[in-house]
């Protein structure tokens, strides 16, 4: 990264896709130094990552690189049941594959499987086809995804490194189409996502 800081973030997002590696390092100061675009880089990261696996490079090492970033995630922050609850995470046992194709599959940028595997989401305000496509990509039931979606909110571990305040959890859930709106899922997309498919 040069010297001279990008200030709009799509040249921060062209600089980090110019790097001349897209490593762990690379994406964790490029996190550091602009966390609202933490998802936004994600999302870049794996997509480069897969591309270059497309091109002839080796996926075996992008795949062990996701899903070892998956692992280090889930064991940071182990699944537990919502206090006084014996409803499971379902998203814990997914795999960082599942998770990226689930991402692709619903045209969604990352933030959006992340609010819905920290529960932020209202789960009344989804499509039922919606919780449907997320159970099947994780290998649970619509009835799991509820269940679990029911809890109260909770921080993903590890990321308080991201910004100078401590991470706190909402009091309140927010409903799918204002998550879809803050992802910046673009207007078309989200009236697609919001469609009752009866």
């Known amino acids: 990264m040069t010297d001279r800081l990008p200030h709009d973030d799509e040249e921060i997002l062209l600089a980090f896709a110019v790097e001349p590696a897209h490593d762990r390092s690379t994406l964790e100061r490029y996190l550091q130094a602009y966390p609202h675009l933490a998802d936004d880089l994600i999302d870049l990261s794996l997509d480069l990552r897969l591309l270059r696996a497309s091109d002839g490079a080796s996926a075996s090492v992008d795949e062990a690189w996701v899903e070892a ?59 039922a086809w919606v919780v449907e496509t997320i159970a099947q990509g994780i290998r649970a039931t619509a009835d799991d995804i509820r269940a679990f979606m029911a809890g109260s909110n909770r921080l993903a571990t590890g990321l308080s490194y991201k910004s100078d305040e401590a991470p706190r ?29 009866a």
């Open 69 to 127: 970033s998956w692992t280090a995630f889930q064991s940071a922050a182990p699944a537990r049941a919502p206090a006084g609850s014996t409803v499971a995470d379902p998203f814990a046992s997914a795999t960082a594959d599942e998770l990226v194709a689930l991402r692709r599959t619903l045209g969604v940028p990352s933030g959006v499987i992340h609010a819905f595997s920290t529960r932020l989401v209202d789960i009344a305000s989804v499509p």
């Open 169 to 197: 959890v909402a009091d309140g859930k927010i409903s799918f189409e204002e998550l879809l709106v803050q992802c910046k899922v673009p207007e078309e997309k989200r009236q697609r996502l919001l469609e009752d498919r």
